[in-house]
């Protein structure tokens, strides 16, 4: 089971990065996309990658994303992820109005089904159930959130400023069906990078934070470690034209080695096909 939940929360966190990357693109252009491609590295050894899609209308938003993990490294990392989430666009504030994901690892699949209204969660389809011993999640808990998509959908600069360190200064309330946690993101210092395919410049670098709150095994070794105080850092590059910023870099600092989740791609498309066609679910 340790295995599984390590490969549900990776994909996770990375899916999360894309949907904020993708998201800033398409609240400027509206019907227009970001093309990105990642690569997921644990000790330097590429183990996953990650593809993702957003649209963004007049009155709806709809976005879905892959992640997959395994190659060389599989005995740590096995499985593939799933994620959509769809929902109102008003006034250029986006509330989700539904999100599933389904996970298939080596130890078994899980899927969820989560409905919102007026930004809380009113129906929640999850399987497996969680186990006895996990923190219990109540209605309290289900209120004031985003799926971990929408989350990071934010304007990350200040009106004058393409890089600030506001753009660190946020606390993201996330349900992902089974947990109820916080990212806590704070500024940490001024970079530069440059991606194969796409951005070279500066960016603005936050340190990360994992809160757990509720649904969460107080005992289990992953939960204690990510939370334990582990330096993690997510790089914010502007997209050029607008006041939007999107992650470029993320990655989890270890005595054993480093899991960094790097763009390989970042580059911006003019979408042609129909805005809300449904994705090719597994």
Partial sequence: MVQSRAIQTT??????????TIAAVGQVLGESSLDTSYIVSFARVPVGEITASLVVGNTEYRMSARGRAGGIVKVLLDGEGFFVTQGTNVDGELEPKSFTSKIVANKGTSEITMVFEGGSVKETAATPLPGSDRVPVTETNRQGVFDPLTAMLFSASAANESLSKEACRHTLPIFDGHQRYDLKLAFKRMDKVAVEKGYAGPVVVCSLRYEPIAGHSASNALVKYVSGGHEMELALAPIA????????????????????????????????????????AP
């Fill in 11 to 20: 994909l996770t966190a990375t899916i999360c990065i894309f949907a904020l």
């Fill in 241 to 280: 034209g607008t006041r939007w910023l999107a992650p470029i870099r993320f990655s989890i600092a270890s005595t054993i080695a480093n899991l960094v989740i790097e763009a390989s791609r970042f580059e911006v498309n003019v979408r042609t096909e129909a805005p809300f066609a449904d994705p090719k």
